[in-house]
């Protein structure tokens, strides 16, 4: 009985503005995907979140590719908690979640695609690239599944996105120490029972100066390089609202880590992803803050060019120096080959996960990818997978209890269309780190949503004048100060007639 007060209370605040029925519901709700002391669904998502940043990626289980890593072993642990939960009663919370449609729609995307391309006899090589695929979709379902349905409070739920901006500051460190010849950590990590299903990708050399390209304990540079631009804004968003002290200090060290590793990565990909996430970032600010930004970013990036002189100029040409570029130019003239086989089935694709290097050609775009390995089916279900995310989180950032959490829902919800434009320079999805931070991600914008209880029929909120980090939108300010406007010219109501 004690036991079950105390999870009513944790559930309060949103039990107050739910229907009754739905009220009623969560009372008899055990919020937790595993029972017992030692094993709980956020004590798995930490240890998916270490092991997924600290062992290099091509450290697998032996024989499985890939897929082998040990995040994706726990991925498919919680995707087995996740199904046994929600054939029992009142073990996920009840109530409308959009994120389990999405990830259900794009599982049973790539099931479809699956059966499609087993159905017109494809190689063996394909088949198992396939097979392997299909793990780690599942692996990865199982890992958003866990953060949207079995974060209980808003405290675990930060708790998790803190260690999330953790872990990929000490990946960035990692690359930084690489990039500065300190020391290659990645090659004295050795677990017992993991293999290297590849050579480590080491440090690597670009332009005409040859300035060191890391990649930290990504599977490659350019993966580096993204994760770290996505991870940015959360942890942007932790350091602005970190209370004064310690804390403080330690999350504006983890944004300043982060954002060393982004150019050190030397890739187009993940400029372009800085870009556009800090770009819509700044959206919510009021201007005075957008200022302050600008500035930071300036001076930030003057210290660097006088600690690198040469990185940003070299950066700077991958962009002005493209007619030469050969790994552009080859990715124009495959445009050609990929119409061509995509007008063969346009519909089902080639077969989901089997459109691989080795069989078809280096694609280096994932709509690409999806494009022939599932045809319009496959890019529309990509699309979804992170345009409802994005959604949920606009309606946090306008409908929001406080400040602080509509920061939140906005730092989550630029991370979606960002790793939109990033698919669409590089294969996103062959890289396990990539998609297991977007897969968190994912499932901590469900989360929050859940949390906050938020509901699209919520009035939007206009920022009081305390709230220095988000600004009111644009649409909401005009239409309350027309309520103001109509309100002050409108003729007071005289006493109401008997007859």
């Not at 040990?70 to 979640?97: C, D, E, K, N, Y």
């Not at 029972?193 to 080491?202: A, S």
């Not at 346009?346 to 077969?351: C, K, Q, S, T, V």
């Amino acid at each position: 009985m004690a036991d079950e007060q105390r999870e009513v209370e944790l559930w309060k605040p949103v039990l107050l503005h739910t229907p009754t029925s739905i009220r009623r519901a969560r009372r008899d709700w055990k919020p937790t995907l595993v029972r017992g002391q030692l094993i709980t669904s956020f004590g798995l998502l930490a240890g998916f979140m270490v092991l997924q940043f600290l062992i290099p990626a091509r450290l697998v289980i032996g024989g499985m590719g890939a897929v082998g890593r040990p995040p994706v072993a726990i991925g498919l642990l919680l995707a087995f908690i996740w199904a046994v939960s929600a054939v029992r009663p009142h073990q996920l919370p009840p109530g409308r979640q959009p994120i389990r449609w999405i990830l259900g729609v794009f599982l049973l995307v790539q099931l479809v695609g699956l059966v499609v391309g087993l159905d017109r006899l494809p190689s063996a090589a394909q088949v198992s690239s396939a097979y392997r695929w299909l793990i780690l979709v599942v692996a990865m379902s199982g890992v958003a599944l866990a953060v949207t349905d079995g974060i209980r409070t808003r405290d675990e739920l930060d708790r998790l996105l803190r260690l999330l901006v953790a872990s990929t500051a000490v990946m960035s460190v990692v690359g930084v120490l690489q990039f500065f010849g300190v020391v290659d950590l990645t090659t004295y990590i050795r677990v017992p029972g993991l293999n290297m299903n590849q050579e480590l990708v080491g440090i690597g050399a670009r332009g005409d100066l040859e300035f060191a390209r890391v990649a930290g304990t990504a599977a490659h540079y350019i993966e580096f390089g993204v994760v770290l631009a996505l991870v940015l804004p959360v942890a942007l968003h932790y350091a602005l609202f970190s209370p004064p002290g310690r804390i403080l200090v330690w999350n504006w060290c983890a944004v300043v880590i982060i954002a060393l590793g982004i150019p050190m990565s030397i890739s187009r990909s993940a400029v372009v992803t800085t870009i556009v996430a800090m770009g819509m970032m700044a959206i919510v600010w009021p201007w005075r803050q957008r200022y302050n930004a600008l500035v930071l970013a300036v001076l930030a990036t003057a210290v660097f060019h006088v600690l690198n002189r040469g990185v940003l100029g070299t950066i700077k040409a991958l962009f002005t120096n493209v007619e030469n570029d050969p790994s552009v130019q080859d990715r124009i003239e495959r445009t050609a080959i990929v119409m061509d086989m995509w007008d063969r089935r346009p519909i089902f694709g080639w077969g989901a996960g089997m459109v691989t290097p080795e069989e078809f050609l280096l694609l280096d775009n994932q709509f690409y990818v999806f494009l022939l390995a599932g045809g319009v089916i496959a890019v529309l279900a990509f699309v979804l997978l992170f345009f409802v995310p994005y959604l949920l989180g606009r309606s946090v950032r306008l409908r929001g209890r406080d400040q602080e959490t509509r920061h939140l829902g906005h730092a989550l919800a630029v991370t979606m269309p960002a790793a939109i434009v990033a698919s669409g320079t590089f294969d996103s999805f062959y890289f396990t780190t990539f998609v297991g931070v977007m897969y968190v991600l994912i499932g901590a914008m469900g989360a929050l949503w859940r949390l906050d209880g938020t509901a699209w029929t919520r009035p939007l909120v206009v920022s009081d004048p305390g709230d220095r980090l988000v600004a009111t939108p644009l649409f909401a300010d005009v239409r309350a100060r027309l309520l103001r406007a109509w309100r002050a010219t409108a003729p007071p109501a005289g006493p109401r007639g008997r007859g």
